[in-house]
């Protein structure tokens, strides 16, 4: 949108964080190299430029990363709580103190704008470790009986959306319950999760009580497998989800999925509308949409469909796409090639099945991997679009008639993550998030959180909850 | 001229029908109108935009002097100052207009004659609005026929809160007709006495409905005036109103904005709410008087690239 | 060693974020504990304290109530990263308050040390316990209705510490933080014959990032302090720890005027190097129950 006032650049400096030119893995308090020496590329999606080349880990890294791990359990898990405590809370601190150099670090690999790295994902996750320390000696007290027992080994696969918040939501609660981690970052953001290796370093946190290992799939699938692995936490697609499934079937690894989604954001006729206009912006284009708990089916009254799809058009018209490091950047760029090309695809496909495409005027850059923000009207229940996770700024509006109608068509999906409510009529929140099969509801408001509320999935979305009091019980033997 | 948008004439047919329109409006949700605007408050604007964002501020200050103690001798100085903002340098632009009490709008209009800058003039028994209409309407006449080129009147909050909205509207209405095609009309609601946003969202359109031609926050007199929300909110009041009668209003955040960081502020709410359309002194102002100053300190700044102090830009 | 002459330090009260000498004017004198063995001797001259007067204290319910509605509407992880920071600049000061603890309760350095590193651990206990009380004390109510039901607790507004007489340091800590930890802001009195620690402490409040009048420390006669405290009808709830049973019982007949909170003396009072559990937490909090109505979609039947 061309105006007399537009904004000059105003660039995050990335002098803020110096990337090393290559990293190992991190394991039992040192850097390494991979067994079979292998490497990759980490690049960043907006420029496509190489950040760094990081050390790939195989089953035999795996295998010895679960070793340290194993080896710092005893102690580890025989300290005082207060003591466990004491470190959480030196982490959280740190992370803190480094907040800035983290959050440029992680728009550079992630392509996330740098106002919301800045202003979500670092705040976020210095908050989460902040108050899992807090609860490390306060175990009695957390509902799961005196003196609950932590369960080992926590083998813990990461996404690339949220690189160091899925770390913290990961890491924290594991070690306030007194368990040694194996993590393994996603391939295409390894970057956020080495540095948080150098801060458990600051805060003198004893060896092999946190090990990383940056690799692919099959890392993850070998610490996944691993007998010495008493946990699986894994955040990421269904498809993945349900193969680890059938992986510990028949163990006795605990197993906490946090899957895909396909949350409806329901918007009623009596809805606040210039504040529901902004959740849906925000529930589809925060990170580009590769959210899992994303709103990325819309579901408003037909008696205000025309009103809203053209303030939420207006508004599409205003978002600022670009440079992520840039501070007036609102969208960024998308993580990958790959996850490029699924959205892509799946876009065609949507127009293929007949529903219109509308995306908002934008120049992309020439570089990069980007995808403007992109609405599709006109969609119904059997619509792709209106039933496949696409993971980007891809927006499916349907329409309803009735609040049962509305809830029927909310819960008609696999998928059971989060869902909106748009009403200014309480007892209407109420009655619609009681019938809603999903795992977090926001009203008049929406990709709301904090690390003292749950968070986690029904139906194929997964299962076990993430954050709060109930985060606990994913790591305690209970 | 019909005063109401002929879309609406018939939502202003009585007392229930007005109430049943401005409570048929749609919500505001607090913390939602409040989250936007601070959202739009991270905006970094610098260098280039920065300067253009100083320099229209400037051009949209309605400076503003309504003390008890007011005298000519002030007014005169505030004209003068109005009119050559920084006496260092001679392309900083002009105030948009000098506001006053009404006793003092026939100075202003001398000390200001040639030089585009207009006089407003607070009336309708400003700040409380506790008088009788005959008297508030004197007062509009007084200040019009003085040379007022704007008239800056208050709402009656009594009636409004009392749920009277015919009364407030039908003042609003004989007040434009005092105006007549003498003086544009700012409407102020004092939102800090509306405090809801709701309220503060139906007195935006019954003032658009009764023929403001600006709706502004505040008079700067009681503990909150304007802010950011309360003026992301009357935008996008001024907004919905263009879109459905085509009639563009004008909105003035008053009282309150005193720093440059915060005047850009204010900006990006219009750029990024209404557009380029209201980034223009005719459809935007702020009421201020500090603020000027800090402006002006801020565009030498950015023109010498050294801060500057107090001691570089004048008093009034 | 140097023969320099020490600076020494004017002890004052700790007063809506200030520091202000009594409003009387006076002074009393505080000495090392019978029990020291250290080098400064037993009974000898440490500082003169404030004598607080009943002004005094009627200036510390003013303030207290002035930033109650800040501090108890920060967020509790406000509020926790604030008691944190209590814990790490008191971690700092570790040798001022060694040295103060151990003339204050007669205690060998080693052992001053462990109960002044046992108080900066209870501020990171408390710290903790901000954000995850409402979670363990409050939740959801299954009621047989279509109602909403939901029990979260609030903090109950001013306190009135009446702290430890003889644990002047860790007992102290362990009756300020859970006061403040959950919302309310706190008018401490200081143990009589030991409140050098407990005005050292108002220091290391005033620097770590607590409001003003969060807490106000007075120091003085506890009977003399006590008793306006107790019946001061804008003092919502009294902590008794530091009362001997005369003075507890006369302060809670006091107290019952306005139906003040009142936590008498505990039996574990004695060992505050104890877990400290919740009981302090909840002892200053008031439950609020909302109900709304769920309600159904429609007025008929779903369709679907």
């Not at chain 1, 290796?197 to 990383?212: E, T, W």
């Not at chain 1, 996770?389 to 999906?413: H, Y």
């Not at chain 1, 029904?458 to 994913?474: C, P, Q, T, V």
């Not at chain 3, 507890?248 to 190097?273: M, Y």
């Amino acid at each position: 949108m061309a105006s007399a006032f537009e904004y000059a650049p105003a660039p995050e400096s990335r002098s803020v964080v110096d990337i090393a030119p290559s990293y190992g893995l991190f394991i039992d308090g040192e850097f390494t190299d991979a067994a079979d020496g292998k490497v990759f590329k980490t690049v960043s999606p907006s420029t496509e430029e190489v950040l760094s080349e990081v050390a790939r880990a195989g089953a035999e890294d795996v295998d010895r990363a679960v070793k340290a791990a194993r080896k710092a359990f005893e102690k580890w898990s025989a300290l005082p709580g207060a003591e466990r405590a004491k470190y959480l809370f030196r982490i959280a601190r740190i992370i803190q103190e480094r907040s800035r150099e983290l959050a440029v670090l992680e728009t550079l690999d992630n392509g996330k704008p740098i106002k919301e790295t800045r202003d979500a994902d670092l705040p976020l996750v210095a908050a989460h470790f902040f108050y899992y320390a807090g609860w490390a000696d306060k175990l009695d007290h957390a509902g799961y009986g005196a003196n609950p027992r932590p369960l080992g080994v926590a083998g813990q696969v990461i996404p690339w959306n949220f690189p160091l918040l899925m770390l913290a939501w990961k890491i924290a609660p594991a070690l306030a319950t007194g368990n040694t981690v194996v993590l393994k970052p996603a391939e295409t953001t390894p970057l956020s999760a080495l540095f948080f290796a150098d801060i458990c370093r600051q805060a003198g946190l004893p060896k092999g009580v946190v090990n990383i290992l940056p690799g692919y799939g099959d890392a993850g699938a070998a610490l996944v497998e691993h007998p010495d692995v008493n946990k699986v936490a894994f955040t990421g697609s269904t498809a993945v989800g349900k193969a680890i499934a059938r992986q510990v079937a028949g163990t006795d690894k605990k197993v906490t999925l946090e899957l895909g989604g396909k949350g409806a954001n329901i918007v009623f006729d009596d809805a606040p509308i210039d504040q529901a206009v902004e959740g849906i912006v925000t529930g589809i284009f925060f990170n580009q949409g590769q959210v899992c708990c994303a709103g990325s089916r819309l579901l408003v009254q037909e008696s205000i469909q025309d009103e809203l799809l053209d303030s939420l058009k207006r508004r599409l018209s205003t978002l600022r796409l670009g440079d992520p490091l840039d501070k007036n950047t609102d969208i960024g760029a998308i993580n990958s090639a790959e996850q490029l090309a699924r959205i892509t695809a799946l876009a065609e496909t949507g127009e293929a099945e007949g529903a219109e495409r509308w995306s908002a005027p934008c120049d992309l850059p020439s570089s990069g991997y980007w995808f403007a923000p992109t609405l599709f009207t006109g969609v119904t229940q059997a619509h792709t679009v209106a039933r496949d996770e696409i993971f980007g700024p891809v927006l499916s509006v349907l329409s309803f008639r009735t609040p049962d109608e509305a809830v029927a068509k909310a819960n008609n999906s696999q998928y059971g993550l989060s869902a909106g409510i748009w009403t200014e009529k309480g007892s209407r929140i109420l009655a619609v998030a009681n019938k809603l099969r999903a795992g977090v509801v926001w009203a008049n408001t929406f990709n709301k959180f904090d690390p003292t509320s749950p968070f986690g999935g029904y139906k194929e979305s997964g299962f076990g909850r993430e954050g709060g009091r109930h985060g606990l019980e994913a790591y305690l033997d209970v | 001229m019909p005063t109401t948008a002929p879309a609406f004439a018939d939502v202003t047919a009585s007392d229930g029908a007005l109430r049943r329109f401005l409570h048929g409006l749609p919500g505001v949700d607090t913390v939602g109108l409040e989250a936007r605007a601070a959202s739009l408050g991270t905006r970094s604007v610098k260098t280039t935009s920065k300067a253009y964002a100083i320099d229209l501020a400037i051009s949209m200050i309605d400076l503003t002097t309504l003390e008890g103690a007011d005298t000519p001798g002030k007014v005169r100085a505030l004209c003068a100052k109005g009119a050559h903002p920084d006496p260092t340098d001679r392309t900083t632009p002009r105030v948009a207009a000098i506001c006053v009490y009404p006793d003092m709008a026939e100075t202003a209009k001398e000390a200001l004659a040639g030089t585009g800058i207009k006089v407003a003039s607070v009336a309708t028994a400003f700040p409380a609005g506790r008088a009788a209409l005959p008297v508030k309407l004197a007062d509009v006449r007084d200040a019009v026929a003085a040379g007022a080129d704007e008239i800056d009147m208050v709402i009656d909050r009594g009636a409004f809160l009392s749920g009277h909205y015919l009364k407030v509207y039908e003042e609003i209405v004989a007040v434009k007709a005092e105006c007549g095609d003498k003086a544009r009309l700012k409407v102020i609601f004092e939102t800090g006495e509306l405090s809801t946003y709701d309220n503060i969202r139906r007195a935006s359109w019954l003032g658009m409905l009764a023929g403001a031609d600006f709706i502004k926050t505040s008079t700067g007199k009681v503990g909150v005036n304007a802010t950011p929300p309360n003026t992301l909110l009357m935008l996008e009041a001024v907004r919905d109103f263009k879109a459905q009668t085509g009639i563009q209003i004008g909105v003035k955040p008053a009282g309150g904005i005193r720093t440059t960081k915060d005047a850009i502020k204010f900006l990006v709410l219009v750029n990024e709410t209404v557009g380029e359309d209201w980034l223009t002194n005719e459809w935007f102002r702020f009421g201020a008087s500090s603020l000027l100053n800090d402006l002006l300190m801020q565009r030498q700044k950015l023109s010498t690239g050294r801060y500057s102090g107090p001691d570089y830009v004048t008093v009034d | 060693m140097s023969d320099r002459l020490n600076v020494l330090k004017t002890y004052k009260l700790y007063v809506g974020g200030k520091f202000p000498r009594s409003e009387s004017g006076r002074v009393y004198e505080v000495t090392t504990a019978t029990s020291a063995t250290d080098a400064a001797g037993k009974g000898k001259w440490l500082a003169n304290a404030p004598l607080s007067s009943r002004k005094d204290a009627r200036d510390a319910v003013v303030a207290a109530r002035k930033a109650f509605g800040g501090w108890s509407g920060a967020t509790a992880y406000n509020r926790g990263q604030v008691l944190y920071r209590v814990a790490e600049m008191l971690e700092g000061r570790r040798s001022q308050f060694v040295r103060e603890v151990a003339h204050a309760e007669g205690l060998s350095k080693s052992k001053a040390a462990e109960v002044v590193e046992a108080a900066i651990d209870r501020w990171v206990w408390y710290a903790g316990w901000t954000d995850k009380i409402a979670q363990i004390v409050g939740g959801a109510n299954p009621v047989a209705g279509p109602f909403f039901n939901l029990s979260t607790p609030e903090p109950t507004g001013v306190v009135t510490v009446i702290a430890p007489q003889e644990s002047s340091f860790l007992g102290l800590v362990s009756a300020i933080a859970p006061v403040i930890a959950t919302g309310n802001t706190a008018v401490v009195v200081a143990s009589e014959k030991s409140p050098l620690p407990a005005l050292s402490l108002g220091e290391v409040l005033a620097t770590s990032d607590v409001p003003g009048g969060v807490v106000n420390i007075l120091s003085g006669r506890t009977r003399e302090i006590a008793v306006p405290l107790a019946s001061h009808q804008d003092v919502n709830a009294i902590d008794l720890s530091g009362a001997d049973a005369d003075l507890a019982r006369d302060l809670e007949i006091a107290a019952a005027d306005n139906l003040k909170r009142v936590l008498r003396p505990q039996p574990v009072d004695g060992d505050w190097s104890a877990d400290p559990g919740t009981h302090r937490l909840t002892a200053f909090l008031e439950m609020k129950t909302v109900w709304h109505p769920t309600g159904t979609l429609g007025a008929s039947g779903s369709a679907y």
